[in-house]
């Protein structure tokens, strides 16, 4: 008898990948995390800066040297490019990750797409807005091999627009289904703006901003004023108070196809994030005990997981998500 394809991938195991640290940290820091993500269950890293031309502590051969590093210790490394292009030397670093044949890159942007067409697999990551099955046929044209789906989406909607069953598949030549990555942990990059909303509230302009965002290691917090958490600041990004999370939608996701899940990185006991997911989704470990763990150790803001079920996104239910993207009882 023939597995169905959602079952046969999930037979095969939850692959998990690290996401791009969104925050502004030290050379020291992002050495200590990334060894110990060379160490994880993590099989995919993407590295790079995606937020801010301005942070300057890796230069573009320290993200190389770092990438190698990781992909000697068994990675499949990603570089991550740059969400808003504003400047001629952003252009130049994205030519120069579009050129450099010896990674696969995730485009964040269309002129990232546009740079990356024709040039090899690539990732479509998830602010390149593909909201429906025709869109990523489009983009699927130019040589994609994954897209990270828009952070917003249900797991319905996602899994409507790349279904297992009848996968869109990559205008390469081996024409191989696109494979689904979705968002499953982390405070959410929900706008990027031309202005720098961490140097306006220290009353700096954002070209001598003094890189005041590398002493908030997770973003500045936002509360509204009845003193519930509501945003996070970083730099040029605004990100969710709370920490999406998928922990206890594994048969949801079985459901839908979906197999490969992005942990956005934390200054603190990501290692431990990492453990939880892989425990859950690949050593059969009870999604309630992950969960209360992750509730503990997820950053000021809470769980949330609305998107996933088509509700508001700072929604929590620790209940699972139906094959209609609705939670259950």
Known sequence: MTMPAQDAAAAAGFQLAVGPVTYYWTRATLTEFYAAVADSAAQTVYLGETVCSRRREMKAEDW?????????????????????????SDLRLLRRLAENGEFR?????????????????????????IYNRDALREYAELGPTRWVAPLELSIAAVAAINPATDPVLSGTEASAPIE???????????????????????????DDC??????????????????????????????????????????????????????????????????????????????????AI????????????????GLPGKDWSPLAVTGNGRVSA
Request: hydrophobic fraction near 45%; charge should be negative.
């Open 105 to 129: 890159v995730e485009a964040n942007d269309a002129a990232a797409v546009r740079l990356l067409a024709g040039r090899g697999p690539f990732v479509l990551g998830p602010h390149v807005n």
């Open 180 to 206: 689904t990555e979705i968002f499953a942990f982390g405070r959410m990059p929900l706008a990027f703006s031309a202005r720098c909303f961490t140097a306006r509230h220290y009353h700096l302009q954002k």
């Open 210 to 291: 003094g890189f005041r965002c590398i002493e908030h290691a997770d973003g500045l917090l936002l509360t509204s004023r009845e003193g519930e958490p509501f945003l996070a600041m970083n730099g040029i990004q605004t990100q969710s108070a709370g920490s999406h999370c998928l922990i206890g939608e594994r048969d949801a996701l079985v459901r839908a196809g979906i197999t490969r899940l992005r942990l956005s990185p934390q200054s603190r006991d990501f290692a431990a994030i990492v453990r939880c997911f892989d425990g859950v989704f690949n050593r059969g470990e009870p999604a309630t005990e992950a969960a």
């Open 64 to 88: 190389f040297d770092l990438a190698r590093d990781l992909a000697a210790a068994g990675k499949d490394v990603v570089l991550s490019a740059q969400v808003l292009v504003e400047s001629e």
């Open 294 to 309: 992750l509730d503990q150790l997820c950053l000021p803001g809470g769980l949330v997981n609305g998107y996933a079920a």
